[in-house]
């Protein structure tokens, strides 16, 4: 196909986007082509307005604007933590309900073929708020993957506190998925059956 570079160059940036292939991309492009200039220049202001004012929340990981995030802010279950690799899993589980406690997200997972240590995550940080005493169940959500589950046990044996349960999400999520694609209903089940560590 004959394009010009600048419109190759946008249906290649439209690509990287998770889940979009080269056809999804060129609707995007051809859509955005063919446009109102409203509507262009309100996705260009919108796409400038998170770049210059989303940040990360310096307790938690998750997408703040003016410091804490919104979830951080509200008045939640102080003793229960619940780690995850990506902010996208905050949204899953609070999509699905049931939860009410604070979160943790580490920005990945383990993975040393990757060169993804400890220190390239934000689990120290992690640390640092269990040290503070007022959490009393860990949960962890990592995704059931091999990485996911490596991440996990690698925290739980590194946990050492006093009076703190350590939890997994129950096995109502597949094997292999990712928390953004699991629907409420098996992430609340999911939750519900969360076991300790140490459980076979």
């Known amino acids: 196909m004959l394009l010009p570079p600048v419109i190759e160059h ?6 990287r986007f998770p889940g979009v ?15 109102p200039h409203q509507r262009v220049a309100a996705l260009h202001a919108a796409i400038g307005q998170v770049e210059k004012s989303v940040s990360v929340c310096a307790e938690c990981g998750y997408f703040a604007v003016d410091g804490a995030c919104l979830i951080c802010a509200q008045n939640r279950d102080r003793e229960s933590l619940l780690v995850v690799e990506r902010a996208l899993d905050v949204t899953a589980i609070e999509r699905a309900g049931g939860y009410r406690g604070l979160y943790h997200v580490l920005g990945g997972h383990l993975s040393p073929l990757k060169g993804i240590s400890p220190s390239s995550l934000r689990i120290d940080a992690l640390y640092q708020r269990l040290d503070a005493g007022t959490v009393h169940e860990l949960i962890l959500a990592t995704s059931p993957s091999v990485e996911g589950d490596a991440t996990a046990l690698y925290i739980s044996r590194n946990v050492e506190r006093e009076n703190l349960r350590i939890t997994r999400l129950g096995r109502g999520v597949p094997m292999g998925a990712s928390l953004e694609f699991s629907d409420a209903g098996t992430l609340r089940m999911a939750l519900e059956g969360r076991r300790g560590m140490d459980s076979p």
């Open 10 to 15: 946008l249906i290649a940036e439209f690509a």
């Open 21 to 35: 292939g080269r056809r999804s991309a060129e609707r995007m492009a051809f859509d955005l082509l063919s446009a």
